[in-house]
């Protein structure tokens, strides 16, 4: 039988060995979860489910501005401002949003069972989630999350920018089927 296993080069040049793409993150109680990292392929698949989910919401926004431009006479300009205002609110604004509401989850991340967890394991915040998504503008550059996917490379979290900055990394939610109770026999008297 064939085993492959994936390796990775360390910052010395020479193979270091198989690439583990699960975290153990340690309670102040001294228990150790691991947890499954989400890499490139899996965090862009959730990435494309959410910029169709963007669109839908921008598309949806301009045709109601337009309609109402077009009911407003004179209000052109100003339905103009506001169909700019609101894709910017958008672009900005939906992943803050998401996270923050869905508990570190977008439509995508739900979709692809991802998570944002802080590096210790806490839930995500307001600030974590604002920190990581400022700097997505970082990561896009120079096209196409060419420096978030180079930095995912050579993390061993697959944390881009937005991350490393905020303290965060993304984790796969693997549900386990609990087998049903212990049954005694005899009973406890």
């Known amino acids: 039988m064939f085993v492959a296993a994936a390796l990775y080069i360390g910052e010395s040049g020479c193979v270091m060995g198989p690439l ?5 993150i340690e309670t ?45 006479g004179d209000l ?13 609110v958008l672009e900005w604004g939906y992943y803050v949003l998401c996270e923050t ?35 997505r503008a970082a990561d896009f550059l120079p096209a196409a999350y060419a420096i978030g996917v180079l930095v995912m490379g050579r993390d061993d979290k697959f944390r881009r920018l937005g991350d490393l900055v905020a303290g965060t990394m993304v984790v796969v939610e693997d549900r386990h089927i609990v087998d049903s109770a212990l049954i005694i026999h005899p009973p406890p008297a």
């Open 28 to 72: 102040p109680e001294h228990l150790r979860f691991r947890h499954r990292l989400a890499g490139p392929a899996r965090r862009a698949r959730a990435y494309l489910i959410d910029t169709m989910v963007r669109g839908v919401i921008a598309t949806v926004v301009v045709l109601l501005a337009s309609v109402g431009g077009l009911f407003a």
């Open 20 to 24: 583990d793409t699960t975290t153990e």
């Open 101 to 135: 509401v869905l508990n570190g989850r977008s439509p995508g991340k739900m979709a692809l069972k991802l998570r944002v967890v802080t590096t210790s394991g806490h839930p995500l915040t307001v600030v974590d989630s604002m920190l990581r998504n400022l700097l």
């Open 76 to 88: 052109g300009a100003a339905s103009q401002g506001l169909i700019l205002l609101a894709l910017f």
